[in-house]
């Protein structure tokens, strides 16, 4: 499946960015789909991911403040962010895979399919 991240850009600490990930080319509704995030220098992190009935995890540090959800019928997954943090500043990357399990939603090495990242820059 090929995919597309949006939606980032420039907001300050508090604010509030929904990034979305739209896919194409296949049964999109067979896909789980997850998040990550990678910093200048740093290795890339799991944020969020969704499997392919609904079920949702979190990084630790994102919960209460990101909210993962997916439209089947719109082959598309978003990322509504909340109360942004100077520290949640990266490249966000969207992710499927359809061998994706409970125990590795978490894992980059679940998934097949990458997107090109969007930029999140949040300003102190």
């Known amino acids: 499946v090929q995919l597309q991240a949006s939606g980032g850009g420039l907001v300050q600490a508090g604010g509030s960015l929904r990034l979305s990930c739209a896919a194409s080319?296949?049964?999109?509704?067979?896909?789980?789909v997850a998040w990550f995030r990678q910093a200048p220098g740093m290795e890339r992190t799991f944020v969020a991911g969704?499997?392919?009935?609904?079920?949702?995890i979190y990084q630790d540090s994102v919960k209460g403040r990101f909210t993962v959800s997916r439209d089947n019928a719109g082959s598309t997954v978003y990322l509504q962010m909340n109360s942004l943090r100077p520290e949640d500043t990266a490249v966000y990357y969207c992710?499927?895979?359809?061998?994706?399990?409970?125990?590795?939603?978490?894992?980059?090495?679940?998934?097949?399919?990458w997107g090109l990242g969007t930029q999140v820059t949040v300003s102190s």
């Open positions: 080319g296949r049964t999109f509704s067979r896909y789980a």
């Open positions: 992710a499927a895979g359809t061998s994706v399990i409970s125990s590795n939603l978490a894992s980059p090495i679940a998934y097949a399919d």
């Open positions: 969704i499997n392919r009935s609904g079920g949702r």
